[in-house]
């Protein structure tokens, strides 16, 4: 059994990719606005800028940059 005969049509990973890395991006901006609750609205503003538009150049940037691969437990 092999990972084609598991997953046959995989044309939905790099939108899955780029998805679950959009989502914990948009997460950490969360976390960085709540830590910044206190500071100026011009802070939070340029951390969900910075979060929102990041998210928007994801997928390009992901179809563009190699990929990182981390090293497999050896069976």
Known sequence: MNLPTLLPDVSWL?????????????ASAALAAVALRRTSAAARHLV??????SAMV????????PR???????S
Request: aromatic share 8%; no cysteine.
């Open 48 to 53: 969900w800028t910075l979060a929102l538009v």
């Open 14 to 26: 790099p939108l899955a990719d780029a998805v679950m890395k959009a989502t914990l991006l948009l």
């Open 58 to 65: 994801l997928p390009a940037l992901s179809i563009a940059l």
């Open 68 to 74: 990182w691969r981390a090293a497999a437990w050896p």
